[in-house]
């Protein structure tokens, strides 16, 4: 699963890597983005990819209320084609989150260590893409809420050691294919995959994290 990531990418650096036509909102750095928070998010309108700000937790358009958000943080690669709450977006409302990277806790003698993953590369300031789906729920006749989920796979070679799952990566080269609705689902599921061992590494950090309330550069940095 993906239950934590830290979102402190320039949004200059963003621009430089073609993910998005516009910006709709102000963009808000986070080392320490949780479920419930509001996040930067790169989805379709009106045929532009525009970066805007959504509630990390699926709210499909059907739901009664929002709270079932809290239970669709993450939906699995496996099974989104037939989910009643992810096929309809999977097939016409994909998204990106761009991250600094994952947090991710291995369990150690009846404790978990958390671990922070990201790219390789540019010192490790590349930024991560992770697909995601979103929606909006009318929460008042003028109010409307919207929201997102991250999709997740089996981990890669190098996670298995932390965690048996990952959220799943878009390669630069892929953002246009992911954004394409008008291609065949099962050509856009394809892109759900573990990332390659060679593209991302990780390393320990401090339990600092465990709180969502925390959210300085501590959250981030090598023990």
Same mark, same amino acid.
């Given at each position: 699963m993906c239950g934590r990531f830290a979102q402190v990418i320039p949004i200059g650096k963003m621009k430089m890597s073609d993910l998005f036509d516009e910006v709709d909102a102000d963009y808000i750095e986070s080392f320490n983005v949780a479920p419930s928070?509001?996040?930067?998010?790169?989805?379709?309108?009106?045929g532009k990819r525009v970066l805007s700000l959504k509630k990390w937790g699926l709210v499909p358009s059907w739901a009664k209320d929002d709270k079932i958000g809290s239970r669709l943080i993450n939906a699995r690669g496996e099974t989104l084609k037939d989910k009643?709450?992810?096929?309809?977006?999977?097939? *016409?409302?994909?998204?990106? $989150?761009?991250?600094? %990277?994952?947090?991710?806790?291995?369990?150690?003698?009846?404790? *978990?260590?958390?671990?922070? $993953?990201?790219?390789? %590369?540019e010192n490790g300031t590349a930024p991560m893409f992770l697909a995601g789906l979103h929606e909006s729920w009318n929460k008042t006749e003028n109010e409307v809420l919207e929201t997102f989920t991250i999709i997740t796979t089996s981990a890669c070679g190098k996670l298995k050691a932390i965690h048996d799952r990952m959220p799943v990566v878009i390669m630069q080269n892929d953002i246009k294919l992911w954004f394409d609705d008008s291609l065949p689902v099962n050509e856009?599921?394809?892109?759900?995959?573990?990332?390659?061992?060679?593209?991302?590494e990780f390393y320990p950090v401090s339990e600092f994290v465990n709180s969502p309330h925390n959210n300085s550069l501590r959250c981030l940095e090598m023990i």
């Amino acid at each position: 699963m993906c239950g934590r990531f830290a979102q402190v990418i320039p949004i200059g650096k963003m621009k430089m890597s073609d993910l998005f036509d516009e910006v709709d909102a102000d963009y808000i750095e986070s080392f320490n983005v949780a479920p419930s928070h509001y996040a930067a998010v790169v989805s379709l309108k009106e045929g532009k990819r525009v970066l805007s700000l959504k509630k990390w937790g699926l709210v499909p358009s059907w739901a009664k209320d929002d709270k079932i958000g809290s239970r669709l943080i993450n939906a699995r690669g496996e099974t989104l084609k037939d989910k009643p709450s992810f096929k309809n977006a999977f097939r *016409k409302r994909r998204c990106i $989150i761009p991250v600094s %990277g994952f947090y991710e806790w291995r369990n150690e003698t009846g404790c *978990k260590k958390p671990f922070f $993953i990201r790219m390789k %590369g540019e010192n490790g300031t590349a930024p991560m893409f992770l697909a995601g789906l979103h929606e909006s729920w009318n929460k008042t006749e003028n109010e409307v809420l919207e929201t997102f989920t991250i999709i997740t796979t089996s981990a890669c070679g190098k996670l298995k050691a932390i965690h048996d799952r990952m959220p799943v990566v878009i390669m630069q080269n892929d953002i246009k294919l992911w954004f394409d609705d008008s291609l065949p689902v099962n050509e856009i599921k394809n892109l759900i995959k573990p990332a390659d061992d060679d593209e991302i590494e990780f390393y320990p950090v401090s339990e600092f994290v465990n709180s969502p309330h925390n959210n300085s550069l501590r959250c981030l940095e090598m023990i």
